[in-house]
Every structure is written in C-alpha cells, then in structure tokens.
C-alpha cells in the first residue's frame, strides 16, 4: 500500500527514521522527517472533507501511522497537536471507511481493526480526554475473518490478546471513560463522594461475568506458536485481562485496594508477568499491566522489579514507555 501511496510511504520512513535514531542513541533528523511529511496533513484535511466514497484503505493508514508515530515518539512534528486529535481523524476515517472494509475475506480491514483498536482502546484507558473507544472494531474484524474459522478465544500476535478479551478491553475502556468523566466537574476537580450508579454496576457485573469465560477459553495456536513463545503469549494475555479486572473493580466499582477481588486480581497479575520472560518479543505488550501492578502494589521489592522492566523496555527506543 505504502509503495503505490506517497505520502504514506513518507510516513512509514519518518517513523522508521524516528525509531532508529532513538534505538541506536542518535538525534532524530528532524529536518528530513519534516520534509517527507509536508504534503500528509493537508491530504488528510482533503479526505476528511471529501465524501465517504472518496476516502481510501491509504487514507485510513495513514491516520493512523500518524497516530502511532504521535504517541510513540511525541516530540517528532513540530505541529503542535495532541495524540488525542490524532485518534479522533483516525477514528472518523474508520468509521467512514468501516462499510466498505467491512467484507469477508478482507485482510486490510481485519489488520486496521485491530490496529486502530488496540490504540483506542488502551488510549480510552490511559486518558480521559481520549474519548469512550468505539465498539465498531470488533464486528469489523469478525466480519472480516469470516468465511475463515475466525477463533475469538486465540490468542493474537499483533495486540497480545484474543479478538474476545479486546471486546472485553472496549466494553471496560468504555465503563471507564464514563466513570472517569462523572469523578471531574467542569473544572476539573476531583468529586470526593462520587459513587457509580446502578446501571454502571449491572454493567460492570456483566464485564465480570465475561472475563471469568474468559478464563478457561483463552489460548495460543498451536500451529505457530510452541513451547516458550506460547507460554510468553498466554502470559501476556493473562496479564492484560487481570489489568483490566482490576480497573474494572479500581476505577468502577470503587473497590477497596484491601479488598478480595483486588488482592486476587493483582496477586493473578503479578503471576503472569513473573511467568513472562524478560526481554521475549511480547514483553512490548505489557505496558499496561505493568502499569497497573505498579500503581497497585504496595510491596517495595516488587515495585522495584516492575521498574526494572520499564528501564529495559525504554531501551526499546518508545517513548510511551
């Protein structure tokens, strides 16, 4: 796609350029990343104005290259616009788009959804400016694998868990996002007696019940990942679904850090990432659990374990880290 696309093409060079010279310890050659993309924010000006039948594939990836390059690397344009405008483009562009790319057998299609999905939904998660993430991916990616076996409970490579826990993941970054918004008042400030309502409750009770399917479902293919690679993805699932138990019960049912389901859920945390192994290629997908179990733990040996591995993963050359 990037070879028939210019602009795009622009965008994957910039980023690589951006990556590698983080990687490797140099300045990023800000002038040359300028260069190639002078033209991609006033093409993307004209796709978002034009109709839905002139927005292309190409379009939508590079909104959300744009996207990715803002969040992994902030400082490499010098326009000055948040990731949160970034994900916004992106998503309009995928909504627009999501009729067409919408088709069995569509490989284009499944790889933005769940590209563009992990990125909303760990960005609803992160940050309450983002915006609730939209549900759309996940009916986009069933209806793209189909007429192939499309197993929900496998374990991707790409987002480090099954399409299943990802809707999980976005039914919890959507729950999160409202509760976050209801706790600030228009100025800002935090409300002290803030309690979810019961229709939030029933919700989060119904997230529950989803995660604890889950848990006996979830696997890896046996067809390309065996032995450690294997034992690492399930790892990584693991962790990410106990991360998002425990915001689930943290960040909407406002349960005590003491309290059972907490205790449980960051002890099951803490197992999976032990389990995974330092350095292994899906470490890069525990940012958020790891995160949690930071947040969450009290005990200063293992606080200072999961710091260890965020100094490693920063030699990774993200910044998001």
Same mark, same amino acid.
């Given at each position: 796609?990037?070879?028939?696309?210019?602009?795009?093409?622009?965008?994957?060079?910039?980023?690589?350029?951006?990556?590698?010279?983080?990687?490797?310890?140099?300045?990023?050659?800000?002038?040359?990343?300028?260069?190639?993309?002078?033209?991609?924010?006033?093409?993307?000006?004209?796709?978002?104005?034009?109709?839905?039948?002139?927005?292309?594939?190409?379009?939508?990836?590079?909104?959300?290259?744009?996207?990715?390059?803002?969040?992994?690397?902030?400082?490499?344009?010098?326009?000055?616009?948040?990731? %949160?405008?970034?994900?916004? /483009?992106?998503?309009?562009?995928?909504?627009?788009? $999501?009729?067409?790319?919408?088709?069995?057998?569509?490989?284009?299609?499944?790889?933005?959804?769940?590209?563009?999905?992990?990125?909303?939904?760990?960005?609803?998660?992160?940050?309450?400016?983002?915006?609730?993430? /939209?549900?759309?991916?996940?009916?986009?990616?069933?209806?793209? *694998?189909?007429?192939?076996?499309?197993?929900?409970?496998?374990?991707?490579?790409?987002?480090?868990?099954?399409?299943?826990?990802?809707?999980?993941?976005?039914?919890?970054?959507?729950?999160?996002?409202?509760?976050?918004?209801?706790?600030?008042?228009? /100025?800002?400030?935090?409300?002290?007696?803030?309690?979810? $309502?019961?229709?939030?409750?029933?919700?989060?009770?119904?997230?529950?019940?989803?995660?604890?399917?889950?848990?006996?479902?979830?696997?890896?293919?046996?067809?390309?990942?065996?032995?450690?690679?294997?034992?690492?993805?399930?790892?990584?699932?693991?962790?990410?679904? *106990?991360?998002?138990?425990?915001?689930?019960?943290?960040?909407?049912?406002?349960?005590?850090?003491?309290?059972?389901?907490? %205790?449980?859920?960051?002890?099951?945390?803490?197992?999976?990432?032990?389990?995974?192994?330092?350095?292994?290629?899906?470490?890069? *997908?525990?940012?958020?659990?790891?995160?949690?179990?930071?947040?969450?733990?009290?005990?200063? $040996? %293992?606080?200072?374990?999961? /710091?260890?591995?965020?100094?490693?993963?920063?030699?990774?050359?993200?910044?998001?880290?």
């Amino acid at each position: 796609m990037a070879i028939s696309d210019l602009n795009l093409l622009n965008l994957v060079l910039a980023y690589s350029a951006s990556h590698r010279a983080r990687y490797i310890g140099h300045p990023e050659p800000v002038n040359r990343i300028a260069h190639w993309v002078s033209d991609v924010f006033p093409a993307l000006r004209v796709a978002l104005e034009a109709s839905k039948e002139e927005i292309t594939d190409s379009h939508l990836a590079t909104a959300i290259l744009l996207l990715s390059l803002k969040i992994v690397c902030p400082g490499t344009f010098e326009v000055p616009i948040p990731w %949160q405008s970034h994900l916004k /483009l992106a998503r309009d562009l995928f909504i627009a788009r $999501s009729d067409r790319i919408a088709q069995p057998g569509n490989r284009i299609g499944a790889f933005f959804a769940r590209w563009l999905g992990y990125i909303d939904t760990m960005g609803a998660l992160s940050c309450r400016q983002a915006g609730p993430p /939209l549900m759309l991916y996940h009916s986009v990616l069933a209806e793209c *694998c189909r007429p192939q076996s499309h197993d929900e409970y496998c374990v991707d490579c790409f987002t480090g868990f099954s399409p299943r826990t990802g809707f999980f993941l976005l039914r919890l970054a959507q729950l999160v996002q409202q509760c976050d918004n209801e706790r600030f008042d228009e /100025l800002g400030n935090f409300q002290q007696g803030w309690h979810p $309502s019961a229709d939030m409750v029933m919700e989060a009770q119904a997230v529950l019940g989803e995660f604890d399917d889950l848990n006996d479902r979830v696997h890896a293919d046996p067809d390309h990942h065996l032995g450690a690679e294997a034992d690492d993805m399930m790892a990584t699932e693991e962790a990410l679904r *106990c991360a998002g138990l425990l915001h689930l019960h943290r960040r909407v049912l406002e349960s005590s850090p003491d309290s059972f389901p907490v %205790q449980d859920a960051l002890r099951r945390l803490v197992g999976a990432l032990d389990r995974m192994r330092l350095g292994a290629s899906t470490e890069v *997908c525990s940012l958020l659990p790891l995160f949690t179990a930071g947040c969450e733990s009290r005990d200063s $040996s %293992q606080r200072m374990k999961l /710091l260890n591995r965020f100094l490693v993963l920063e030699k990774s050359g993200m910044k998001q880290v």
